[in-house]
């Protein structure tokens, strides 16, 4: 069964780190790309990067430089280091898959940045 669970969110400080983890199943990392997005209340879901099936990451500008995407091949794991976090970071994270057209989405994990 093809599956995508997002672990790892919770409260942070501004300025803190966070390490979110989408956990696949039935999908074979070194040969799937995963895209990692976010939700803000109000706002719309949002492509923060992704990571191909070579291995290859790409980021977008709003978060280049503050967080980066790997991933664990022998546990189909693929995380999100988030550093720096802001407030503006808030936010349901969620990690996708897309493949042959059809788009597999997990079930998100909350992000609150706040003192």
């Known amino acids: 069964q093809r599956r995508l669970v997002e672990s790892g969110g919770g409260l942070v400080q501004p300025g803190g780190s966070l390490r979110l983890a989408c956990t696949v199943s039935g999908f074979t990392l070194s040969a799937q790309g995963v895209t990692w997005h976010r939700q803000a209340p109000g706002k719309e879901r949002e492509w923060l990067g992704g990571?191909?099936?070579?291995?290859?990451?790409d980021y977008a500008a709003s978060v280049k430089g503050r967080f980066t995407i790997s991933r664990d091949l022998a546990e189909n794991k693929v995380y999100l280091q988030m550093n720096s976090l802001k407030p503006e970071d808030t936010a349901t994270y969620y990690c996708?898959?897309?493949?042959?057209?059809?788009?597999?989405w997990g079930q998100g994990t909350q992000v609150i940045v706040s003192s």
């Open positions: 996708k898959v897309l493949k042959l057209g059809r788009v597999w």
């Open positions: 990571i191909t099936a070579a291995g290859s990451s």
